[in-house]
């Protein structure tokens, strides 16, 4: 079945510890996504990447950062200078960043930092 | 800058009542499109419709419509005799050139279908 996977589901953390958050797609798609999601809010987008070894930033990029080696793999990783990483992330893909083509969602992890 | 507009926080209806989801938009681009995604308790967004900004024609999917209005810049989403497995969180999101085509989201509308 085509789709993305994010793993883990759910993922704690102490203070101060970075984190990575994996996401997988298998759609062949070109352009992966990530955005975060706070209760009661709508979406911010974190980085993109339209092509492998390119990414740019989004609108809250600030102590996050990504890597994409490769087409499939989009790992995010929340470091120790994200203020307030305790939210809902979900990863997104589709075909091209400079379309209109819909994105599609994985099934998210909520991070909590204690 | 482009924004959306979901007024609507929550939204409780009766099992087959009809509900509508209103969405308003801001862009100053001409060419845009407008999306609807629909987040059930498990957390993944599922896509339900797309529609670009030259063509208002109205849309039906079964039990679902949608009403875009570029006059009141609008595009409102409704569900007729909801279920349910209706019940999630519905975002609308809007996309255009001058933001290079990212996908701006409303704050979403969380809809309670009761039995």
């Known amino acids: 079945d085509g789709g993305i996977t994010q793993s883990p589901k759910y993922l704690f953390r102490k203070e101060g510890q970075n984190v990575t958050l994996s996401c997988e797609q298998n759609?062949?798609?070109?352009?992966m996504y990530w955005y975060r999601q706070d209760p009661g809010q709508g979406l911010r987008l974190i980085y993109y990447?339209?092509?492998?070894?390119?990414?740019q930033k989004g609108d809250i990029a600030e102590g996050y950062s990504v890597s994409r080696e490769k087409k499939e793999s989009f790992p995010l990783t929340v470091t120790s200078a994200q203020k307030n990483p305790t939210a809902f992330y979900l990863c997104?893909?589709?075909?091209?960043?400079?379309?209109?083509?819909?994105?599609?969602f994985g099934p998210g992890t909520r991070l909590t930092v204690l | 800058a482009q924004k959306v507009t979901q007024a609507q926080t929550e939204i409780s209806v009766v099992e087959k009542e009809d509900v509508t989801l209103d969405c308003v938009y801001e862009?100053?681009?001409?060419?845009?499109?407008l999306f609807w995604y629909k987040q059930p308790p498990s957390g993944e967004l599922v896509f339900l419709i797309r529609?670009?900004?030259?063509?208002?024609q109205n849309e039906i999917s079964g039990r679902y419509s949608w009403n875009f209005q570029k006059s009141t810049s609008s595009f409102n989403f409704t569900i007729t005799a909801s279920q349910v497995v209706d019940s999630a969180v519905y975002f609308c999101?809007?996309?255009?050139?001058?933001?290079?085509?990212?996908?701006?989201f409303g704050s979403g509308t969380q809809l309670t279908v009761l039995p």
């Open positions: 997104a893909s589709s075909d091209r960043v400079l379309s209109y083509n819909e994105q599609f």
């Open positions: 759609l062949n798609h070109d352009a």
């Open positions: 990447s339209q092509i492998v070894n390119d990414f």
């Open positions: 862009t100053r681009d001409t060419t845009y499109y």
């Open positions: 529609r670009n900004s030259f063509d208002e």
């Open positions: 999101a809007l996309s255009s050139s001058g933001s290079a085509r990212q996908l701006t």
